[in-house]
């Protein structure tokens, strides 16, 4: 019998902009890590399926309308309904990879420049989260952005709200420990090495005694 503990699994956040490719990234990553023998989960916020998603839902598509610090509390919420399940993951030994996290969740809240919803107020809620183990920023021009595609129909695709988000987050990200800046505007496989050599490296150091931390 081995007395061996289980490797707990790594928590992966990736953000970024729109049309970093993080959904790309996150898919690529999830078939990396599988291959690698690992078990592997690839989650995405906002979950649009649950109760709380659909609501979300229909605010980005522009069909209803919530007040600012309503909409930030439903992005958090959403995040806390699988807060568990993703803790029960990692402790089993599945790494988790997750698509755009409380880092944008503060960072679209806070670009709206209402006077009452700072980043430290938006940050509030997001505390006590899991703490990724790395965050990977994808980071793209917005020359570069524009290439793949105009702005979509969705709330935030706008030129404005694009580039104070671009602002926030490198403020957020000047700050924030475990954070790799990834150059999004080279070619998918490119970004993918990048990413790949930045998750293996976080893999490597972690072990069975270090605990998934929160934020805090
Ligand atoms: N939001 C919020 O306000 N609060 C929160 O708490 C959270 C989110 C979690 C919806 O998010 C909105 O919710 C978002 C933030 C806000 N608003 N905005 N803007 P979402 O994640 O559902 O948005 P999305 O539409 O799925 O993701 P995205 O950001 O627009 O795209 P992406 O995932 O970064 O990129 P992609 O889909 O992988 O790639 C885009 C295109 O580029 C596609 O055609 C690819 O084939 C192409 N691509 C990808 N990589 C490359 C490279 N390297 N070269 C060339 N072409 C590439
Ligand atoms: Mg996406």
């Not at 906002?46 to 598509?61: E, H, N, Q, V």
Request: contains cysteine; proline residues 4%; negative net charge.
């Amino acid at each position: 019998l081995s007395t061996r503990p289980t490797r707990r699994g790594a928590l992966i956040v990736v953000e970024g902009l729109d049309r970093a490719g993080k959904s790309s990234q996150c898919e690529m990553l999830r078939d990396f890590i599988s291959k690698r023998g690992d078990e592997v989960k690839y989650i995405r916020f906002p979950d649009r399926t649950t109760a709380i998603g659909k609501l979300i839902d229909s605010y980005l598509r522009g069909s209803s309308h919530q007040d600012d610090h309503s909409i930030h509390l439903l992005f958090s919420a959403n995040r806390w309904e699988v807060a568990k399940s993703i803790e029960e993951d990692i402790a089993s030994g599945t790494t988790v990879i997750v698509d755009r996290y409380s880092y944008s969740g503060v960072v679209y809240s806070a670009a709206k420049a209402n006077p009452t919803l700072s980043l430290e107020w938006a940050w509030q809620p997001e505390i006590g989260l899991p703490r990724p183990d790395i965050c990977l920023f994808l980071s793209i021009s917005p020359e570069e952005a524009a290439k793949r595609g105009g702005f979509g129909a969705e709330r935030y695709e706008n030129e404005t709200m694009q580039s104070r988000v671009r602002e926030l987050f490198r403020t957020i990200f000047e700050k924030q420990q475990d954070v790799s800046i990834i150059d999004a505007g080279k070619s998918i496989e490119e970004v993918a090495q990048g990413i790949q050599g930045a998750v293996s490296d976080c893999i490597a150091r972690l072990d069975a005694t270090t605990p998934l931390r929160k934020l805090e």
